[in-house]
């Protein structure tokens, strides 16, 4: 369970990707790009945060509605796991 291992976050000023690693390097032809808030999810994920831990990241950083917050947290997450980095 949690995070591939096969995958690492790349942050470049605002722009932040994750990137499958294969044969010792990059395949950047399936690279996933995400925003500012999918990038502070995937830390909080490879820090084993759970979802209320995520969601008080995310309320402290941003002005948001908690549910917004927290359907933002659970669509991300799908859409880790439909791409195959994320095994809930």
């Known amino acids: ?3 591939n291992k096969n995958y690492i976050l790349k942050s ?5 990707m994750i990137i499958p690693l ?5 395949d950047m032809s399936k690279v996933f790009n995400i925003n500012e808030v999918g990038a502070l999810i995937y830390k909080a994920l490879l820090d084993d945060k759970s ?4 969601l008080e990241l995310i309320l402290n ?10 359907k933002d947290i659970s669509d991300f997450k799908n859409s880790l796991i439909e791409k195959g980095i994320y095994n809930a």
């Open 1 to 3: 369970m949690g995070l």
């Open 12 to 16: 470049i000023g605002n722009d932040h």
């Open 61 to 70: 950083e941003y002005d948001v509605d908690k549910a917004v917050a927290m």
């Open 22 to 26: 294969v044969d010792g390097g990059y």
């Open 51 to 54: 979802d209320d831990e995520i």
